[in-house]
């Protein structure tokens, strides 16, 4: 009993010991100000809060946000292939693709893939 008390110490001793190295290593200097001050999506946080903001590229985001679920969606397909009967999978794919092109025609045609304007 009285090793298993000196053992459970001595581990006790040495955690307190490495934590305590650890902190004072750890220490970091925050004499620099832009290092130490927050970095919010590339908008300096101690100019004005209201900066206007691009609405073409939210458009695009979510656009690309949009077509890139839909591209997670088809790679399922690939896989179902050897599963399922080919014409219904065939349909299947073929109208998803069809609806995700008429999206992709609507939003050209609509301007809104366009950057530069």
């Known amino acids: 009993m009285l090793l298993v008390s000196l053992i459970a110490i001595t581990l006790i001793l040495i955690a307190t010991l490495v934590m305590g190295l650890a902190s004072l290593l750890s220490k970091k200097d925050t004499t620099d100000r832009e290092k130490s001050s927050p970095f919010e999506c590339g908008f300096d946080p101690n100019c004005s809060s ?34 399922a009967a080919l014409f219904p999978w065939f349909l299947t794919t073929s109208a998803f693709l069809i609806i995700l092109l008429a999206g992709l025609y609507h939003e050209w045609h609509q301007g809104a893939l366009n950057w530069a304007n």
């Open 50 to 83: 209201r900066l206007p903001f691009s609405l073409r590229f939210f458009l695009i985001a979510v656009i690309f946000l949009i077509f890139d679920v839909e591209i997670a969606l088809l790679l399922p397909l690939v896989l179902l292939l050897n599963f």
